[in-house]
């Protein structure tokens, strides 16, 4: 229920936002607009949307028209949604934009029964609200307005978007300042998975740069800089060492999803925190405790039982491993000390199909010198806008991964991400969320896809070179094509979350 909270207020907030973004700007340049809904209040008005093009493809009506005879599939589902929501007629009928607009009462303000998105039905504009144009153009409608005032209207909401992100940043460095490791301070150096070492990585090495440029703190930026780089310079037992990266070599996404982590700091075996009905939870292991042995080796940090765990996976890869085999790989004798724990406990217990404990390692980076850093009314300006700029570019280098079949298959719908929020309440990381997603917004609605901001600017790019607007049906037709794309995403995206799910 909380990570639901979060991400109601999250795509709350952003969603006003990013329409008042477009509402700005039209109300700038006297565009009347007859609608602001924070979410959506249409529904099966899309299949009267794509009535016609059906009826030519099949010589018959995807729906009737309420007062038709009918009585198909389509009809009844329709029907009961309007009982369901109490939505007149005209609307339904006729699409949203076509609401006369009272120019003493002003824009309709709502919202809608949908959670997904929102909108603003602008007078003159062709967009999803499926809205009709006849006649002259008018002065107050959108299509009359000069192609500089349009193109403004349409990149409001994605100005909105990152404008709302850097101004959370530079509020998060003002408020509560930053946590830096510096990679030079992570003295007792990292641990690699095998993938790591083929590449010539050793345990206790301490990469520092990558292509001569110096690492920054120890998060996922580091990543992004070793998977990328064609030689990394490592400390090794006190000397500089350079590694020449081969060609062939895993990518950020296949870095991200390793199991054990491709690199991690050495540290203490200490639990972040332990799922309750997993194999160390059942077992008594409580969120704070030191694990100290496994099967009689003694564990001083959590790569030490990396090692041991790769073992096991080793066996456990060799042809013809029996199914009692691998019950007996499963089985792990633990000595862990529980907080307040006056002595350590020994338990046996069976890891789970994934041959994991079910539990979250906390890296201590208290073992460390870690910087923090204090940002004044002016200095957290800066700062606050080179972390969002660092993000903003980080998540446009990573959409070339989404044309690849693993990049595919971690495309999430809102399940996704109300996972990424918390379970119990902490502003920071809400903050933190709040301004990644308001990126992750911004960018896909600029995506030059029919029925998003990016296609329309395309659209308006298109005028403004060749001096033409496209015909109200290519603009119709157009909208079609993009309500159909993004259909097909949210298909993949909510299919990608029930097989996790289901696995």
């Given at each position: ?17 990013h329409?008042?973004?477009?509402f700005?700007?039209?109300?700038l ?7 602001f ?6 529904g ?11 009826r030519?493809l099949?010589g018959k ?6 007062g ?27 699409g949203?934009g076509n609401?006369?607009?009272d120019?003493?009462a002003g ?6 029964w ?8 602008i007078?003159g504009?062709i ?9 002259e153009?008018?002065?107050w ?12 209207i ?8 990152l ?5 959370i940043y ?6 509560v300042?930053e ?5 030079r ?7 690699f ?9 050793r345990?206790a ?19 992004r ?7 990394v ?6 000397r ?8 062939e ?5 296949q870095?991200?999803?390793m199991q054990?982590?491709f ?24 969120a ?9 080796t ?7 039982y990396d ?13 013809g491993c ?7 790989m ?5 000595v ?17 199909d ?5 539990l979250?390692?906390?890296i201590?980076l208290?073992?460390?010198?870690v910087e923090?850093?204090d940002y004044?009314?002016?200095t957290?300006i800066?700062?606050?806008?080179k ?12 959409m070339?991964?989404?044309a ?7 495309v999430?719908?809102?399940?996704a ?14 903050w933190?969320?709040t ?5 992750v917004?911004a ?7 029919p ?18 607007q496209?015909?109200e049906r290519?603009m ?5 094509i ?12 909510f299919?990608?979350?029930f097989?996790?799910?289901i696995?």
């Amino acid at each position: 229920m909380i990570k639901t909270l979060q991400l109601l207020v999250c795509l709350s907030l952003l969603v006003v936002l990013h329409e008042g973004g477009h509402f700005g700007f039209a109300k700038l340049f006297k565009t009347r607009v007859m609608r602001f809904y924070m979410f959506a209040n249409w529904g099966f008005h899309l299949f009267s949307s794509y009535d016609n093009w059906f009826r030519r493809l099949c010589g018959k009506p995807l729906i009737t028209k309420r007062g038709e005879e009918g009585n198909n599939f389509f009809a009844r589902l329709r029907n009961f949604f309007y009982r369901l929501t109490g939505q007149n007629d005209k609307i339904q009928t006729e699409g949203l934009g076509n609401k006369e607009y009272d120019p003493e009462a002003g824009t309709e303000y709502g919202i809608g029964w949908l959670p997904i998105g929102g909108y603003v039905a602008i007078a003159g504009m062709i967009d999803e609200t499926n809205q009709k144009l006849s006649g002259e153009p008018q002065p107050w409608e959108f299509r009359s307005k000069p192609v500089w005032q349009r193109f403004f209207i349409m990149v409001g909401g994605v100005l909105m978007n990152l404008i709302t992100a850097f101004v959370i940043y530079c509020g998060i460095m003002f408020f509560v300042g930053e946590d830096r490791l510096p990679m030079r301070n992570v003295t007792r150096g990292f641990a690699f998975n095998p993938e790591a070492e083929a590449l010539g990585f050793r345990d206790a090495d301490i990469p520092i740069r990558a292509d001569g440029e110096e690492l920054g703190a120890w998060g996922g930026q580091v990543l992004r800089d070793l998977t990328d780089a064609r030689v990394v310079t490592v400390l090794r037992e006190g000397r500089e060492v350079d590694l020449t990266m081969p060609d062939e070599r895993p990518d950020l996404l296949q870095v991200m999803k390793m199991q054990p982590a491709f690199l991690a700091p050495v540290s203490v075996a200490l639990v972040d925190s332990v799922l309750t009905d997993g194999p160390a939870g059942k077992a008594g292991m409580q969120a704070g405790a030191r694990l100290l042995a496994v099967d009689g080796t003694d564990i001083r940090y959590w790569n030490d039982y990396d090692s041991l765990y790769l073992r096991r996976q080793d066996v456990l890869a060799m042809k013809g491993c029996s199914h009692a085999d691998s019950l007996r790989m499963r089985r792990m004798q633990l000595v862990f000390l529980n907080p307040d724990a006056a002595s350590p406990d020994t338990v046996s217990l069976l890891l789970d199909d994934n041959y994991m404990m079910g539990l979250i390692r906390h890296i201590d980076l208290l073992d460390y010198e870690v910087e923090h850093i204090d940002y004044s009314l002016l200095t957290c300006i800066p700062a606050g806008l080179k972390l969002g700029w660092s993000t903003l570019s980080n998540y446009v280098g990573d959409m070339k991964y989404v044309a690849t079949k693993e990049g595919a298959q971690e495309v999430g719908s809102f399940i996704a991400i109300g996972n990424l929020f918390p379970e119990s309440w902490d502003w920071l990381r809400f903050w933190m969320m709040t301004a990644m997603l308001s990126i992750v917004l911004a960018v896909m609605n600029i995506l030059p896809i029919p029925g998003l901001d990016g296609g329309h600017v395309v659209i308006l790019l298109y005028e403004a070179i060749t001096g033409r607007q496209p015909s109200e049906r290519v603009m119709v037709w157009l909208e079609y094509i993009g309500m159909g794309c993004l259909i097909a995403l949210m298909l993949l995206a909510f299919g990608n979350d029930f097989r996790r799910f289901i696995l």
